[in-house]
């Protein structure tokens, strides 16, 4: 009934900048929260950052300075621009919303926490 797709991906050398975006779907009213993970070859999934419905946000302190996340609280979706980009940032980034609220067709539900795919970041130094 919702889901999450992300975009924004790939290979960049370090210094460099990306954006991921991650869209929303699905008979959804309002979402709470919205925010990235990520997580590197044999190690943890661990947040990046995190936005609620008002704006307010947290970060990973290894990347506080250098990203930003966003959303369009209209279109659902929430972005990540990452800028001087490290090789240390290098993992599968995943979208992550909830808790939310969506539409049944016959009333309205509550859903704590869903996942994107996930979509690789690779950093080359």
């Known amino acids: 009934q919702v889901q999450l797709v992300e975009s924004g991906g790939g290979l960049v050398q370090a210094g460099g900048s990306l954006r991921l975006s991650c869209a929303a779907s699905?008979?959804?009213?309002?979402?709470?929260?919205m925010g990235w993970y990520r997580q590197a070859p044999g190690k943890q999934r661990e947040l990046v950052a995190r936005?609620?419905?008002?704006?307010?946000?947290n970060y990973a302190d290894s990347v506080k300075g250098r990203f930003t996340i966003s959303r369009d609280n209209a279109k659902k979706t929430v972005f990540l621009q990452m800028n001087s980009l490290k090789p240390e940032d290098t993992a599968v980034y995943y979208c992550?919303?909830?808790?939310?609220?969506?539409?049944?067709?016959?009333?309205?539900?509550?859903?704590?926490?869903?996942w994107g795919q996930g979509t690789q970041v690779t950093v080359s130094s």
């Open positions: 992550n919303a909830g808790p939310l609220t969506w539409n049944s067709g016959t009333y309205l539900r509550r859903g704590l926490d869903y």
């Open positions: 936005i609620g419905s008002g704006g307010n946000t």
């Open positions: 699905g008979s959804i009213v309002t979402i709470d929260a």
